[in-house]
């Protein structure tokens, strides 16, 4: 099963990058996380947090692979303890597809992208900026890999 992480930004400072490939690299072949960046939408005086949100919801949608799993990162989306996700990462294994967590830009994901998600997670309650949300969610797969496999990273 490959794990493919779109999320809306790029040209993200080194800390993100670093922070994101150390635990990319940690996934194993079976469970591999891949990072596709989507372009941002041009912010401007002319537009809207709506519009913008659209462009960049199309963007995702175009690079979707249309039979994988998708999870869209949301607010309003389901809090999970670390062994629930590691349940739902046995479950999207057991499946048999590829799974698309997605994760918007500043202002959200689209009603498109919300409509075609299996599931919505929510990370937090909080507000978190973008960039550090590819590497939360990173070590958050790379935690529950670890719970799966008796690993000691996860000591509960």
Do not use: F
Request: with cysteine; charged share 20%; aromatic share 8%.
């Amino acid at each position: 099963m490959k794990l493919n992480l779109l999320a809306v930004g790029q040209k993200m400072p080194q800390w993100v990058i670093d922070g994101y490939n150390e635990y990319a690299r940690r996934m194993p072949r079976e469970c591999q996380l891949n990072l596709q960046e989507i372009a941002p939408s041009k912010r401007g005086k002319s537009g809207s947090s709506g519009q913008w949100m659209q462009e960049e919801g199309k963007r995702i949608m175009t690079a979707l692979p249309q039979n994988d799993y998708v999870v869209a990162l949301e607010v309003g989306g389901r809090n999970w303890s670390t062994e629930q996700l590691a349940e739902q990462l046995k479950n999207w294994q057991a499946s048999g597809r590829d799974v698309s967590l997605l994760i918007g830009g500043p202002d959200g994901l689209s009603d498109e992208c919300q409509q075609r998600a299996d599931q919505k997670w929510s990370l937090s309650n909080l507000t978190l900026p973008h960039p550090l949300v590819r590497i939360v969610v990173a070590e958050q797969l790379y935690r529950a890999w670890t719970v799966l496999q008796n690993h000691p990273y996860h000591r509960a």
